[in-house]
């Protein structure tokens, strides 16, 4: 038997070796770390690996593994869960693994559970996972892998990931894309130096590098796997004319097998990098006794070895230089034979269709009907994968047949489920422009719409009026259309046209007898009734709309309403109250297995924890959704929540380089079809413009379409619109010398009061707007005394100043001493440390110096940095909760448990849950 090639030195990679080592130093202290390992195909990827493993056991650290398999394409997270229930002491109970597998969305519950089996491993003893062939890993596993070194930043887990360079596939691509922005370190393996390639020479030869072997391994390109199949060649056959390619020295290997052993390694080759020995002998139709002396001379020559209880293919270029022996059309053949057994031996119709996909033929009617089952399995967990198995099915299909567009309108939803809604629009633009039936038209561009109601309401808008007008349009397909078109509408801000189309939605819902497209056009009724200033009615339709959804499906659900219903409390002045209604929507939405429906609600709580002041939280938040780029992706709606909130946080804690960036990202806002979307996009960009202090010609010119837009129907402003910015606007328009648009704003504010009595908040924001603009005191007195009564301390905050500015231009400057030293305590409670500070600027020049509410903090105490939430997360880490059992004590969602213990992380000057952990016991000890 060969030797192993793992016990030779590793030679050329002290630089990488010293990496390694210093993050398993770090990962002994409690401190986890991402490496990233790419290279050509036998640069040594596998085996540094190998050596991390080998160094990882003077620290007696736990170590796990996952690997990628080329013939991808088994259960979605099969790569991961093997390392996950691998060992003495799996991460994941087997039993619990299962359960999971057939809850909807598994994909989401999956990651939460491998995060938390981490956390509480990682608690006891640091964690090294070793991932290999990250390019083949399943989507699912790869999703997983992309996001936990991010959300887990701070647990004693370092990631070693392996994976080729040039392999361009997106899911790979944006994997390795994501890693190094979330701080991972790459490790780049090119061709050894020459001394350490002769080192190597010498090392499998046993002797000097003679001036031949040294030539051939530089024939060889200095490549470890080439030099070490090369030398091993010349040492057992005693001279050195061997070619230098290992497919020669594979061939060389093969013709000292007996012909059965190379028959038998042939077409495991074909099926699979890890041989199934059962189903390996059905294919071969003989016992898998048979294959007892063909496989163990296999491993005599280093072809084959073991890989815990199975055996695998040494290399994955070992098992292709032998599949390359295989005329291509007998290894189609035998895949095609291997998919027939398949079924039989419990393989799924995703493992069946991995065996299909590039061995069916065209018209191959079972590999068809096999290839579409398998992607409607795999759609929830591994919509990429279903995605593309539906693809080759359609190529498979005859085209310009009813089978052909049937399958493609599956393949449009697939690839909008995947997030890959540009790919799914052009798919269903080439189906219309082939020319279809009307009821295929109709679904393909309900397909498109679907996919565009989260990136684009414009086109989503569209595509439903073309299928509207599509002739013969069953009576359900016509209610989902117009329902769904109505909704777009209220986005874009027709509300004239959307109120025209959801009369008749309803009337086509109550026809179909569609419940879900009734709740959809309730909920968009209310929208439209809400900016008509019939905010009563909005509300009853909202609770209707409620009602309504209760008794559909989840998805059959196509809009949320109990979110629109919290955002109406929201918008009132009860942020407290929507904020109640989003605890209990996510944990419905958890219990029920709707992943879609919890991003959503993180979604809508960027800006309801905005709303009430809790800017830590609402910044959380908004981070870890726009972090959330495998389940979320960036468009209209994340957009006009996550990233606006994001902003206008980063305004008020005087990030003003964070708010820069984001208004950088609003460029796309700025740009799109939706006028909605456009002008908040330019209301960030006055707010950014106003805290750098631009210009007024500037501010002048992003603020005109907000102005032009101040009294139409539809938020001139933000979106969803805050009766709150109708003040700002009007502060804005008063600084660069703008009083009809002033003006404008309070009329606007006043008219929206007085038509809704029963609406405080309304009131309040239009006397604060009045009081601004003519400079009454009495005014602002009165909005600062119902703007009391709510849970919005922002606008309060603002009223009080604005109040200090005319007392103190009336000569009483205890009372403005008075209102700016509340309003500053408000500021230091949120955070809001921009606002502070300017207060502080104003209370200088009536002669107060503020120190505030908190007591004085020693020199160097850091903890006093803190805010409240984020003090509480500590506590519950350094205690020993994992991230999900800290969010289900605090209703939060645990991307923001992460996100607030890396701010405290930052403010701490700690790197690692262990360091936390010491550093609060030393607090709590001290104390």
Known sequence: MNRDPHSYPLRGRDSEIAVLSERLDALAGGRGSTVVVTGAPGTGKSRLLHEAERLSRRYGLRVLRVAGEPDAAVMPGDGLLRGMLAGSEPVLDADRARALATRPDHRYWLLQEVEEGLEQLA????????????????????????????????????????????????????????????????????????????????????????????????????????????????????????PARLGGLVARRLARLSADARAVLEVAAV????????????????????????????????????????????????????????????????????????????????????????????????????????????????????????????????????????ITVETIRLLWLAGRSADATALGHTLLADGVDSATEAVARLGIAAASSQYSFAEAVRQCELAVGVAGLPPAGRAQALALMGVNLTMVGDFARADEVLGRAMAAAVEAGDDGARALCVASSSVSAMYHHRWQQAMDLADEAVAISRTVRSDQIMWGAVQWRSWLDSLSGRPNLALRSAVEGTRVAQRDGQAWLVRQWSLDRCRLLYDAGRLA?????????????????????????????????????????????????????????????????????????????????????????????????????????????????????????????????????????????????????????????????????????????????????????????????????????????????????????????????????????????????????????????????????????????????????????????????????VNSRLELARLFAQRTNAV
């Open 123 to 242: 608690s006891r003893r640091p964690v090294l996972m070793l991932v290999d062939d990250l390019q083949w890993c399943d989507d699912l596993t790869m999703m997983g892998l992309r996001a936990l070194p991010g959300r887990m930043s701070g647990v004693a887990v370092a990631w070693l990931f392996a994976g080729r360079s040039g392999d361009d596939t997106a899911g790979y691509t944006e994997t390795r894309a994501r890693l190094a922005a979330d701080g991972a370190t790459t490790v780049v393996l090119d061709r050894l130096a020459d001394d350490a390639a002769a080192q190597m020479v010498r090392d499998v030869l046993g002797e000097a590098a003679s001036a031949e072997a040294l030539a051939l391994a530089g024939e060889a390109d200095n490549n470890p796997l080439l030099i070490s199949e090369l030398m091993t060649g010349i040492r057992e056959a005693g001279r050195a004319d061997l």
């Open 617 to 909: 939280d609402a910044r959380a938040e908004a981070e870890g959704v726009l972090a959330m780029a495998d389940e979320l992706g960036a468009g209209n709606y994340a957009d006009c929540t996550a990233l606006m909130t994001a902003a206008r946080v980063a305004l008020h804690t005087g990030d003003l380089a964070t708010a820069d960036r984001y208004d950088a990202e609003a460029e796309r806002m700025r740009t799109d079809r939706a006028p909605l979307v456009r002008r908040a996009g330019l209301w960030l960009s006055v707010l950014v413009a106003v805290a750098h202090r631009r210009g007024p010609g500037r501010i002048r010119e992003l603020l005109a379409k907000g102005a032009v837009a101040m009294g139409s129907v539809g938020p001139a402003l933000g979106s969803p619109a805050d009766p709150a910015d109708d003040v700002a606007f009007v502060r804005i328009a008063r600084a660069i010398g703008e009083e009809a648009w002033a003006e404008r704003a309070v009329v606007v504010a006043e008219d929206r009061a007085a038509a809704n009595p029963g609406f405080p908040f309304l009131t309040a924001t239009a006397r604060h707007a009045r009081g601004l603009l003519t400079g009454d005191a009495g005014a602002v007195a009165e909005a600062i005394a119902v703007y009391r009564q709510y849970a919005r301390p922002l606008p309060l905050s603002a009223a009080l100043e604005d109040a200090a500015a005319l007392a103190a231009g009336t000569a009483a400057p205890e009372e403005a001493r008075r209102l700016l030293e509340e309003a500053l305590s408000i500021y230091e409670e949120t955070g809001a440390l921009r606002d502070a500070a300017r207060v502080r600027g104003a209370l200088r020049k009536v002669g107060v110096r503020w120190r505030g509410r908190r007591a004085p903090s020693r020199p160097g105490d850091r903890w006093s940095q803190l805010t409240a939430t984020e003090l509480m997360v500590v506590e519950k880490v350094a205690g020993g909760a994992t991230n999900r059992q800290v969010a289900n004590a605090m209703f939060l969602s645990p991307h923001t448990v992460n996100t607030h213990l890396r701010h405290a992380f930052t403010k701490l000057e």
């Open 271 to 406: 099926m699979s990098r890890r041989l199934d020995v059962p189903f390996l002998a059905a294919v071969l139709h003989r016992g898998p006794a048979t294959l007892v002396a063909p496989l163990r001379e296999a491993q005599v020559e280093d072809l084959v070895q073991a890989d815990g209880g199975d055996l695998v293919f040494r290399h994955d270029l070992i098992r292709e230089a032998i599949r390359m022996t295989v005329p291509a059309a007998v290894a189609r053949a035998i895949r095609r034979e291997a998919a027939d057994l398949a079924t039989g031996f419990g393989h799924s119709p995703a493992e069946v269709a991995a065996l299909l996909a590039d061995s069916a033929e065209p018209g191959d009617g079972e590999a068809i009907s096999t290839l579409r089952r398998a992607a409607a399995e795999l759609a929830a967990g591994a919509p990429s994968r279903a995605a593309d198995l539906s693809r080759r099915a359609l190529t498979l299909t005859a085209d310009h047949t009813p089978a052909h567009r049937e």
